[in-house]
């Protein structure tokens, strides 16, 4: 089992940058598409990027689409969301996860997630 871990959430001001960073496990990381998700308070998890194995190919949520950017270092282990122009609608709590196949934007095929890093954007 592939385990993640997402760091790099904290406090914000409306206009700022984030990086946030997802560490996996094992080198099996590199096999796998990523994506990234988010979930504020009281709303249901929506996805925001995702990425192919090989980092070739990304997909965005409109809302987001010329403010974030995803990618990846295989390497590394380790996948990215560069957050720019930050929003007080970007704050939630945003979670990777890993996909064996496509890169698409539908949370039940994601197999394995992180637990959360929080992001707030202050107005």
């Known amino acids: 089992q592939v385990q993640l871990v997402e760091s790099g959430g904290r406090l914000v001001q409306t206009g700022g940058s984030l990086r946030l960073s997802c560490a996996a496990s094992?080198?099996?990381?590199?096999?796998?598409?990523m994506g990234w998700f988010r979930q504020a308070p009281g709303k249901e998890r929506e996805f925001v990027a995702a990425?192919?194995?090989?980092?070739?190919?990304?997909n965005y949520a409109d809302s987001v689409k010329g403010r974030f950017t995803i990618s990846r270092d295989n390497a590394q282990n380790t996948g990215y969301l560069q957050m720019n122009s930050l929003k007080p609608e970007d704050t939630a709590v945003y979670y990777c996860?890993?996909?064996?196949?496509?890169?698409?934007?539908?949370?039940?095929?994601?197999?394995?997630w992180g637990q959360g890093t929080q992001v707030t954007v202050s107005a």
């Open positions: 990425i192919s194995w090989s980092g070739r190919s990304t």
């Open positions: 996860a890993i996909r064996s196949d496509g890169y698409g934007n539908t949370l039940p095929d994601y197999r394995y």
């Open positions: 094992d080198r099996t990381f590199s096999s796998y598409a």
